[in-house]
């Protein structure tokens, strides 16, 4: 959006220069040329700094959430350095023999797919065509169901309505510390 208001100027400018230059000087004076494009000037700068103040109040609420965050990981931290071993929690899984439920939470399973994206253009000219075009491929995250996500002590697992997945901590933490 902010790179648009340069363009946006110089658009403005050519059509209304174009504009003067039409009329041979008749209908479109310099004062008019100048006060549009000043009007055109202020509109662009005022959504400059409404798109600037909404930007940092965005950065400001991700700065609460990353906060909060922090602190409650710090409390989990200073519990667990007190009692010594994890705080256990009843889950709604079947737990293996020797498995204690750790953290049950409402959880989304995304994946990222990929997708392109191609613009070009061309004609044809005496029969033989002209033109061309790019493509570029993107990755982009994409819902893929709801449900819940439960930590044991053995065990990440993801029980959602139309998926389900379960991953060995032993698999993930020896692909951490490879």
């Known amino acids: 959006m902010r790179h648009l208001f340069p363009s946006l100027l110089l658009l403005s400018a ?12 008749a209908a479109l004076d310099d ?10 000037a ?22 609460e959430k990353m906060e909060h965050a922090r602190l409650e990981a710090l409390r ?6 007190k009692r010594k071993k994890l705080h ?14 750790l953290l049950q939470e409402p959880s989304n399973l995304l994946e990222t ?4 994206l191609y613009g070009g253009g061309g004609t044809r000219i005496r029969g033989v065509y002209i033109g061309g ?8 995250l994409r819902n893929i169901d709801s449900g819940t996500l439960v930590l044991t002590n053995r ?14 901590l032993k698999d993930i933490l020896s692909e951490l510390l490879v």
Do not use: C, P, W
């Open 14 to 25: 050519v059509i209304v220069l174009g504009a003067s230059r039409r009329s041979k000087g």
């Open 31 to 40: 004062e008019v040329i100048v006060i549009f494009l000043v009007a055109i």
């Open 42 to 63: 202020a509109i662009a700068i005022l959504i400059y700094i409404i798109n600037s103040i909404r930007g940092a109040s965005a950065k400001a609420a991700m700065k």
């Open 76 to 81: 989990f931290f200073s519990d667990l350095e």
């Open 88 to 101: 256990t929690v009843d889950v709604n899984i079947v737990l293996q023999r020797g498995e204690a439920g």
């Open 113 to 116: 797919r990929a997708y392109r």
């Open 133 to 140: 075009g790019a493509s570029e491929s993107y990755q982009r």
């Open 155 to 168: 065990r990440l697992v993801f029980d959602g309505g139309a998926e389900n997945r379960a991953l060995n």
